[in-house]
C-alpha cells in the first residue's frame, strides 16, 4: 500500500507532462522563446534541487530528485520539440539513401540535441558524484535509455510509426523512419527494459515500507515500466493516442488534418517524445 502514492503519482505526471509538452510545442511559434525559457529556468532549478538533495535520504528527498531530474529532462525534450536545438542538419532524407549512410544523416539531424542531453546527464552525475541520494541520476537515465531504444527501434522499423504529434517544423525527421512489421532489435529492447524493471521493483519491495529506497526504485521503476509500454504502443494497433488528445488543444486552429489519417498511428510518452512524423502533408517514411 505504502507504494501506491510513488506509483500513482509516477503515472500521472508521465501522462500531464507528455500532454502539457504537446500543447506548448503546438503554441504559435512568437510563444516558443517563452516556452523554450520557462522550462529552462525550471531545468536549472531542478538541477539545483538534486545538489541541494544529495545527500537526503528521507522519502521526500527521493522525490525531490525524481521532480529535479524531471525538470532537466523537460528543459532538453522542449528544447528540441521547438526547433532550438536540433542538429546541424534540417534537410529530408535524400531518396535512395540506406544503411550506414542513412544513419549517418539521421544522427546529423539531432547530434546537438543529442549532445546536450550528454552534457546534462553529465551535470547530473556530477552534483550527485559520491552522494547517497542518487535517484535523480537513475531517473534521468532511464528517460535517456529508453528514448535512445525507441529512437533506434522507428528508425530500424516498427509497424505503428507516429504521425500525429511531431511539430511541423520537424517534419523532416520521418523521412529517417521506416515502417516494417518487425525488426530485431525490438524483442532485445523489450526484454531488457522489462528485466530491469522488474529488479527495480524487486528492490522497491525489499526496502523498508515508505522508506527512501522503497520510494525511490518505485518511482524509477514505474518510469520504466512506462518506457516499455511505449515500446509496445509502436506495434500494438490500439488508439493509445487518445490519452493525450487533450494536449493537441492548442493546434486544432492550425494545423490541417493529415492525409494519412486512416493510418494507425501512436504517440510517444514523455520518456521518448521526439520521434514522432508531421501532423499534416504527406509522410515519407523509409520502407527498407
Known sequence: MELLIPVALTIFVWWFATGAVLYLNGLPACTFRWSNGITGLIGLCGLFALYLTREDTTPMGAYAAFFGALAVWAWNEMSFLLGHITGSS???????????????????????????????????????????????????LVFWVMRLSTKFNIFLGVPNITVQFL???????????????MNLLFPFSVTAS????????????QAPAGGFESVGYAMVATLLVLGVLEHWFL??????????????GSREDRVQPSAHKSEKSQPLA???????????????????
Open 90 to 140: 534540417r534537410e529530408d532524407c535524400p531518396g535512395g539513401v540506406h544503411g550506414v549512410r542513412r544513419f549517418i544523416l539521421a544522427t546529423r539531424s539531432i547530434i546537438y540535441h543529442e549532445l546536450v542531453i550528454l552534457a546534462s546527464a553529465a551535470a547530473i552525475a556530477l552534483v550527485t558524484w559520491g552522494a547517497a541520494n542518487r535517484f535523480g541520476l537513475y531517473t534521468f
Open 167 to 181: 511539430p511541423k517544423h520537424l517534419a523532416y525527421l520521418a523521412t529517417y523512419f521506416a515502417h516494417r512489421p
Open 194 to 205: 522489462t528485466l530491469a524493471a522488474a529488479w527495480l521493483i524487486h528492490l522497491a519491495i
Open 235 to 248: 506495434v500494438i494497433p490500439l488508439p493509445f493516442g487518445e490519452l493525450w488528445s487533450w494536449g493537441l
Open 270 to 288: 514523455l520518456t521518448s517524445a521526439i520521434a514522432t512524423p508531421p501532423i499534416g502533408g504527406p509522410i515519407k517514411t523509409s520502407r527498407t
